[in-house]
C-alpha cells in the first residue's frame, strides 16, 4: 500500500509539473514572449515587475474625481493587489519548486530507486566512524548539488540569459522541442532507453573506489551519469516547461539535485529508514510509463505554438484536443492494466488508489470532449490552441471578429489573424488608429502573441467576463497586434530597426519593434490605451490583471480620460 501512496503523491506532483505554465503565469504575473533579435544594451521595462507593479498601483489607485464610486472602489483593490506583486522573487520560487517536484519525481523511477541500498552500502563500508560516516553523507549530497548547478550555469553560459526565452517566440525552435519531448515520452513507454557511453559511466565508476573526497565526488557522478535515462527527460521537460531568464536553469537545476541530495544524504545518514521504503518492482516501470504520456501531452504544446506562428494549419484545436483526449482515456486504460508494455510486470490486481488514479484520467478526457465543439475549456485555455482554430462553435459560428470594416474594405492580416470572443477589432495599428479618429473612440492596443500563455489566460479569464467584454466591443477599438507572427512583410514595408537591431522582415517583428520603440518592453500581454492621436491616456500601461476588478478599473480610467480630452 505504501507504493501505491508514493503514486499518488508522485502522480499529484507531476500533474503540477504539467500544468506550470498556468500556475507559473498567474504567480508571476509574467508572460515574457520576447524577441529573438539582440536587444542589445537597451533597457526595457518588464511586465509584472516590481517597478511596473508599483506602477499599476498607481494607474489603478489614482484619485478621479470624474470617475463613479464604484470604479474608485475597484481602483483601490487593483491598488492593494499592486502593492503586493513583486513578480522576480515569485517567479524564482515557482522555478524553483519546480525543480523540487522533478527531483522527487526522478526518485521514484527505476534508474535511481534502486541505487538507494547501493549509496548507502557505499557509505557504510567506508565509515570508520559516525562522525565520518555523516560526513561524508554531506558531501556526497553537496556533490550531487554543484554537478547540477554546474550544469545549470552551463546551459547559461552557452544559450545566454534569453536564448530559452525562444521557445514563446521561434517556431523552428519549438518543433526541436517538440521533436525532443517526443523522443523522451516514447523512451518513457519503453521503446529504447537514453544511454550516455558506457566508456564514461565505467571510468566514473572506478574512479568513485577511490578514498577521499575525490571518490566521494566521483560516487555522486556515477548518480548522475547512470541515472540520465530517466533524469535527462525530466530535466529537460523542466526547463522548457517555463519561460526562463538567467537564473532559470540555475534554480530549476538546484532544486532538482537538492531534493535528490536530501533523500539520498538522509538515507545514507540514516540507513535504517530504507526499511519504510517499498520493494523495486513493476510499480517503478508505472511511474515511468505515466511520465512518458505526461511527455507526450506537453509536447503538443511546442508544436501548436510553432503551427500557430507560421499559419501551417496542422494543429487545429480540435486535433490538439483529440490526440489529448486519446492520452488520457489511453493512460486511465493503462492504470487499469488493460495495456501492458516491454517492461511491465503483470498486475495481479487494480488497487484503489489505482483505481482512482485511472478515473482521473477518464473525467479529464471527458472534460475535454466538449472542447471539440467550442466549449472553452478555461482549466486549460493556456495550452490548448485558440477558439479562432477550431472549424466548427455550438451556437458561435467561428467565434472569430469580422475580417472587413465597416466600409467592406478587407482589415489587414484579418485572413489569418482572429480576437477572441466575436471582438470586432483591427490586426494592425494605423488601420486601427485611422478608424479610431472617424468614430471618435480611444484605441485598446494588445500586444500579444501566438506562444503567449498569459495572453490565452487573460483572454479567457477576464476578457470573458461580461463587463470587460462589453467596454472592449462597444467602448474602445481593440487592435491585437502579434509580435511574434512570422508572416513575411511585403518588401516595400520592410526596415531596419535600430531598437530591435535587427531587419524588421516580418509582421510580428514589425509590432515588436512599435512595441519596444514607443514602450519600451518587449513583454506578452501588454495593453495599452490610446486617444485618436495616438497619445498615451493612462500611464504606465499594465500586463497581466487577473483581477477582473481592477482590470475595469484600468479600461474605465481610460475612457474618463479620453473624455477629459474631448
Known sequence: MKKF?????????????????????????????????????????????????????????ANDTSQTTKIDTAANKATAVAKTADAKPNSLWVTFGLGLLAGLAAFFLPCIFPMVPLTVGFFTKRAESRAKGIRSAIIYGLSIILIYVGLGVIITLIWGASALNQISTDGFFNIFIFIILLIFGISFLGAFEIMLPSSVVNKLDAK?????????????????????????????????????????????????????????????????????????????????????????????????????????????????????????????????????????????????????LATASFVFAVYLIPGLWGAP???????????????????????????????????????????????????????????AKEVKKPLFLDFTGHGCVNCREMEA????????????????????????????????????????????????????HLQADRFGTVAQPYYVLLDTKGEVLVSPPIGVEYNIDAYLAYLDKGLSEFANRK
Open 208 to 356: 568513485s573506489d577511490s578514498k577521499g573526497l575525490g571518490g566521494i565526488f566521483f560516487m555522486a557522478a556515477t548518480l548522475a551519469v547512470v541515472s540520465f535515462s530517466c533524469t535527462g527527460p525530466l530535466i529537460g521537460t523542466s526547463l522548457v516547461a517555463i519561460n526562463t531568464d538567467l537564473l532559470t536553469p540555475i534554480v530549476v537545476m538546484f532544486g532538482f539535485s537538492l531534493s535528490l541530495a536530501l533523500i539520498f544524504t538522509t538515507f545514507a545518514i540514516f540507513p535504517s529508514l530504507m526499511t519504510g521504503l517499498p520493494k523495486s518492482g513493476g510499480w517503478l516501470n508505472s511511474v515511468k510509463v505515466v511520465l512518458g504520456f505526461l511527455e507526450l501531452g506537453l509536447s503538443l504544446k511546442f508544436l501548436s505554438t510553432a503551427d500557430l506562428a507560421y499559419h501551417w494549419g496542422i494543429l487545429d484545436r480540435e486535433i490538439f484536443l483529440g490526440i489529448w483526449i486519446v492520452l488520457a482515456i489511453l493512460l486511465g486504460v493503462y492504470l487499469l492494466g488493460k495495456i501492458k508494455f516491454s517492461h511491465d510486470s503483470d498486475l495481479a490486481y487494480v488497487s484503489v488508489p489505482r483505481l482512482f
Open 461 to 512: 479569464k477576464v476578457w470573458s467576463d461580461k463587463n470587460v467584454l462589453k467596454r472592449l466591443k462597444e467602448d474602445y477599438i481593440v487592435v491585437s497586434l502579434y509580435t511574434d507572427d512570422k508572416t513575411t512583410l511585403p518588401e516595400s514595408e520592410q526596415f531596419y530597426s535600430k531598437v530591435l537591431k535587427t531587419q524588421v522582415n516580418t509582421v510580428g517583428k514589425k509590432f515588436q
Open 5 to 61: 501512496n508514493l503514486l499518488i503523491v508522485l502522480f499529484l506532483a507531476l500533474f503540477t509539473l504539467f500544468n506550470v505554465g498556468e500556475s507559473y503565469g498567474q504567480q508571476s504575473n509574467q508572460d515574457t514572449s520576447a524577441a529573438s533579435a539582440d536587444m542589445g544594451d537597451i533597457e526595457f521595462t518588464t511586465i509584472g515587475s516590481k517597478e511596473d507593479s508599483l506602477a499599476n498601483g498607481q494607474v489603478a489607485g
Open 377 to 435: 475549456l478555461k482549466a486549460v485555455s493556456s495550452l490548448v490552441p485558440p477558439l479562432s482554430t477550431q472549424d466548427f462553435v455550438i451556437g458561435e459560428g467561428s467565434g472569430v471578429s469580422s475580417s472587413a470594416d465597416h466600409s467592406g474594405k478587407k482589415k489587414k492580416y484579418a485572413d489569418f489573424l482572429h480576437i477572441p470572443h466575436g471582438i470586432d477589432g483591427y490586426f494592425d495599428y494605423e488601420e486601427a488608429l485611422a478608424y
